[in-house]
């Protein structure tokens, strides 16, 4: 079975950082670009950054509403995709999704999130 | 940023209604967009992706349609699985931008 597993989320201060995993399971991760989104009451869904696969360099790309306070990375040993969060602010809370795209699509310029996990929490509060 | 602009905001509608859902672009992304289905307490799920074709194991009353600025979204018979939020999303830029969701309600 395909599935993608975040962990990580949890209740943290503004001005603190925290570090999302996503831990991937029945699908040959080194050939899937993977993203985070979020989802939030006041903004809907939101995606927050892209991660295209080792075959593809690698490289990013981030929101830049973010104004590079969240970094995306991947560990292909592990099957395990990041999101590094910094300077938390309350407008940060939210479910945070991982998202996986295969390079066949993204190939073709197809970046919809083909497979989803079920989220993690993150609550931002003093 | 391109903006997304989904219309209505919430649809009610009865089992077997054919239903519409529309989605506009502040500009011009070709057929760069997908569809997806959110039901309660669920992650979304890809229905539609290039404007018109359906993701694996998406029933054929999902249609998609459109092209350049404007989509829709069509159910032809509502099963009442279907109720839930519908987002649409594209990919034809950075950042990847969403819509705000249709709510299809009873």
């Known amino acids: 079975e395909v599935q993608l597993v975040e962990s990580g989320g949890e209740p943290v201060q503004p001005g603190r950082s925290l570090r999302l995993s996503c831990s991937a399971s029945g699908l040959k991760f080194r050939s899937y670009a993977m993203s985070w989104v979020r989802q939030t009451p006041g903004k809907g869904l939101e995606w927050l950054g892209f991660i295209r696969a080792q075959d593809y360099g690698e490289t990013t790309e981030h929101a830049a509403s973010l104004k590079g306070r969240f970094t995306i990375s991947r560990d292909d040993s592990k099957s395990i995709a990041f999101l590094q969060m910094n300077s938390l602010t309350m407008e940060d809370s939210g479910l945070y999704y991982c998202t996986a795209t295969h390079v066949g699509s993204t190939a073709a310029g197809r970046l919809a999130f083909e497979i989803w996990g079920r989220g993690t929490l993150v609550t931002v509060s003093s | 940023e391109i903006v997304m602009t989904q219309s209505p905001a919430t649809l009610s509608v009865s089992p077997g209604d054919r239903v519409s859902l529309s989605c506009r672009a502040s500009q011009t992304i070709s057929i760069n967009?997908?569809?997806?289905?959110?039901?309660?307490?669920?992650?979304?799920?890809?229905?539609?992706y290039g404007a018109s074709t359906r993701a694996t194991g998406v029933p054929a009353r999902f249609s998609g349609s459109g092209s350049g600025t404007g989509f829709t979204l069509t159910i032809s018979s509502l099963q009442s699985e279907d109720y839930a939020l519908y987002y649409c999303q594209q990919y034809n830029d950075w950042p990847l931008t969403f819509g705000g969701g249709t709510k299809v309600d009873i």
């Open chain 2, 33 to 48: 967009l997908a569809w997806y289905q959110q039901k309660p307490g669920q992650a979304p799920r890809l229905l539609i």
